[in-house]
Nanobody, 125 residues
Framework: QVQLVESGGGLVQAGGSLRLSCTAS????????MGWFRQAPGKEREFVAA????????FYADSVKGRFTISRDNAKNTWYLQMDTLKPEDTAVYYC??????????????????WGQGTQVTVST
């Protein structure tokens, strides 16, 4: 059974940092692209960041560019989202995902086949 499990969420003050992790089990994801999405209450799930199978290509939403860094460790079947200079508007449930996006689909939820259960990130003022 394929599972993606996020960890590392929590409560942090504005300006602080958190590092989210997503560990996959049930299969190897070294050939898959990996992404992070988030969903705030009452809003649609939105793209945060993604990386290709090797980690050599990365993509970021404009709202997090320069503050968040996505990375992966294929040997551990794990990928990460380092979040720095957090803002209250970053508050959301964060989801990791694996799939095969290409071209202009990197930011689309439909390009990802596997999803984690989500981890809450709350940034206080």
């Amino acid at each position: 059974q394929v599972q993606l499990v996020e960890s590392g969420g929590g409560l942090v003050q504005a300006g602080g940092s958190l590092r989210l992790s997503c560990t996959a089990s049930g299969r190897t994801f070294s050939s898959y692209a990996m992404g992070w999405f988030r969903q705030a209450p009452g809003k649609e799930r939105e793209f945060v960041a993604a990386t290709n199978w090797s980690g050599g290509r990365t993509f970021y939403a404009d709202s997090v560019k320069g503050r968040f860094t996505i990375s992966r460790d294929n040997a551990k079947n794990t990928w990460y989202l380092q979040m720095d200079t957090l803002k209250p508007e970053d508050t959301a449930v964060y989801y990791c995902a694996a799939g095969a996006p290409y071209g202009t689909t990197w930011s689309l939820t439909t390009a990802y086949n596997y999803w984690g259960q989500g981890t809450q990130v709350t940034v206080s003022t």
